[in-house]
């Protein structure tokens, strides 16, 4: 059974910083794509981040020099470092995998097979 647990998420102010970790379990995990997305309320899942299996990344625009996403093959944790926060980063922030044999990173939440519950994230002004 497939498992993907996020924890750090928090309340923090503008400007702050905050690390998101994504643990995996229940798969091959440096046989998948890994990636971050976003729901603030009323709004669509959006992507955030995301990482291929070989380390490639890709970002949003919207975070694009503030996130930084990484992964750690052997302890199968995905993380997001969050700086320069805004209030518009406030959201649930969900951890995605991806079985893929491609080294793309995916940007569209139709294209991920397992997601985590999600932790919140609220960054006040």
């Known amino acids: 059974q497939v498992q993907l647990l996020e924890s750090g998420g928090g309340l923090v102010q503008a400007g702050g910083s905050l690390r998101l970790s994504c643990a995996a379990s229940?798969?091959?995990?440096?046989?998948?794509?890994m990636g971050w997305f976003r729901q603030a309320p009323g709004k669509e899942r959006e992507f955030v981040a995301a990482?291929?299996?070989?380390?490639?990344?890709r970002y949003a625009d919207s975070v694009k020099g503030r996130f930084t996403i990484s992964r750690d093959n052997a302890k199968n944790t995905v993380s997001l470092i969050m700086n320069s926060l805004k209030p518009e980063d406030t959201a649930v922030y969900y951890c995605a995998a991806r079985l893929t044999y491609t080294y793309v990173p995916a940007t569209t939440t139709g294209l991920y097979d397992y997601w985590g519950q999600g932790t919140q994230v609220t960054v006040s002004s």
């Open positions: 229940g798969l091959t995990f440096g046989s998948y794509g």
């Open positions: 990482i291929t299996q070989i380390a490639i990344t």
